[in-house]
C-alpha cells in the first residue's frame, strides 16, 4: 500500500535554531497538507498545497515557518527560529483533488526544541 | 468559523462492551470524515459520508450521518484490545476545500 514519507522521524533542537521537515507525497496526489498536533489536540492545518500553489496558509506563522513545494511533489516545512513552544507532532498528508477523498497521513515528525 | 463538537472527549470500557462517540455541528455539514490515530501514531482515515441519514458498515464499526447532516456517530460493537486509540470526525469546510478536526474521543480498552 502507498505511503507517504516523511523525515526525520525525530528530531531535537536548541531554540533559536534552523529545523526543517521534509515530506514525499503518494504518487498522483496533487493536495499536500502540513499539520500540527500537540498532544491531546486534533491536527492543526499550517498550509495546504494544490500542486506546486499555495491554497491555504491562514494559520502559518509567517515569522518564522515557510513550506515550499516547488516541483508539486515533495514539500519542505521550515522553522526558524525555532521556539519551546513549537515542540509537537509534525504531520504531513495527501489527498487526491477534491474534498471527497480521505487523506493518507504520514508517520511525522516528533520535534523536541529545549 | 464553523465548530465541530465530538463527545465524549475520554471514553473507557471494559473489552467486549459497545462505544459510541458523537459528532455535533450548529452548521449543515455537506460530507464528514472519520478517522482513528493510535497511541504515538498518525491519523488513518476510515470512512466518509455525504448523504443525508446514511449508515455505512466496515466490521463492528457502524457510522451514521444524521438527517439533517448536522450530526454523527460512530460506533463499535463489542469492543477489542485493538479499537484503543483516538477517533477524530472531521468535516469539510471552506467550501469542502479543507477539514475541521475537534479534539476527538479517546477510547481505551480494559482487556
Known amino acids: 500500500e502507498a505511503e507517504v514519507a516523511q523525515s526525520p522521524r525525530y528530531k531535537i533542537t536548541e531554540k533559536s535554531q534552523a529545523v526543517a521537515f521534509w515530506c514525499d507525497p503518494i504518487?498522483?496526489?496533487?493536495?499536500l497538507y502540513w499539520y500540527r498536533q500537540i498532544l491531546g489536540q486534533g491536527p492543526e492545518l499550517l498550509v495546504q498545497?494544490?500542486?506546486?500553489?499555495?491554497?491555504?496558509d491562514s494559520q502559518l506563522p509567517k515569522d518564522r515557518f515557510s513550506a515550499e513545494r516547488l516541483k508539486g511533489v515533495d514539500s519542505t516545512l521550515k522553522i526558524q527560529p525555532a521556539e519551546l513552544g513549537d515542540s509537537a507532532m509534525y504531520l504531513c498528508?495527501?489527498?487526491?483533488?477534491?474534498?471527497?477523498?480521505?487523506?493518507?497521513f504520514g508517520s511525522g515528525t516528533r520535534l523536541t526544541v529545549v | 468559523g464553523q465548530q465541530v463538537m465530538q463527545i465524549p472527549q475520554y471514553q473507557h470500557v471494559q473489552e467486549g462492551e459497545d462505544f459510541t462517540t458523537y459528532c455535533n455541528s450548529s452548521t449543515t455539514l455537506s460530507n464528514i470524515q472519520w478517522y482513528k490515530q493510535r497511541p504515538g501514531g498518525h491519523p488513518v482515515f476510515l470512512i466518509q459520508l455525504v448523504k443525508s441519514g446514511e449508515v455505512k458498515k466496515q466490521k463492528r464499526l457502524t457510522f451514521q450521518f444524521g438527517e439533517a447532516k448536522k450530526n454523527s456517530s460512530l460506533h463499535i460493537t463489542a469492543t477489542q484490545t485493538t479499537d484503543v486509540g483516538t477517533y477524530f470526525c472531521?468535516?469539510?469546510?471552506?467550501?469542502?476545500?479543507?477539514?475541521?478536526w475537534g479534539l476527538g474521543t479517546s477510547l481505551a480498552v480494559n482487556p
Open positions: 504518487s498522483g496526489h496533487a493536495t
Open positions: 498545497f494544490q500542486d506546486e500553489s499555495v491554497v491555504d
Open positions: 498528508a495527501s489527498s487526491l483533488t477534491g474534498l471527497l477523498n480521505g487523506y493518507t
Open positions: 472531521a468535516p469539510g469546510a471552506g467550501n469542502n476545500r479543507k477539514l475541521i
